[in-house]
C-alpha cells in the first residue's frame, strides 16, 4: 500500500468501439493542473463497476490525489528505458 491507502495498481479510463479505443480524459486537478490542463481518469479498483455502469468517476480521490516528482527529459522518447528515466536531471 502507498502512504494515502492506495494500492500501487490502479486503471485508467478508457471507452473502445469496432474502429479503435481512447483513454478517456478530464479536467487536471490539483498540482497536477500547474503541468497540463487534462489528465486520464483514473479508476481504483472500487470505481471500475462504477465506471463500467455508466457513473460519474470523473472526481473521485484518486484523481484529486495525484503525487507529481520531477524526471529526467530522458523519458520524452519511447526508444529510453531504465532508471535514467525517473531521475531528475
Request: glycine letters at 8%; hydrophobic letters at 35%.
Amino acid at each position: 500500500m502507498l502512504a494515502n491507502g492506495y494500492k500501487n495498481i490502479f486503471y485508467i479510463g478508457g471507452i473502445y468501439n469496432e474502429s479503435g479505443c481512447a483513454i478517456v480524459t478530464s479536467e487536471a486537478k490539483g498540482e497536477l493542473s500547474n503541468i497540463h490542463d487534462r489528465q486520464p481518469v483514473l479508476l481504483s479498483e472500487n470505481d471500475i463497476g462504477s465506471w463500467l455502469n455508466g457513473n460519474d468517476v470523473f472526481d473521485n480521490l484518486l484523481n484529486r490525489d495525484v503525487n507529481i516528482k520531477e524526471v529526467s527529459n530522458h523519458v520524452n522518447s519511447t526508444r529510453n528505458n531504465g532508471i535514467k528515466c525517473i531521475k531528475k536531471d
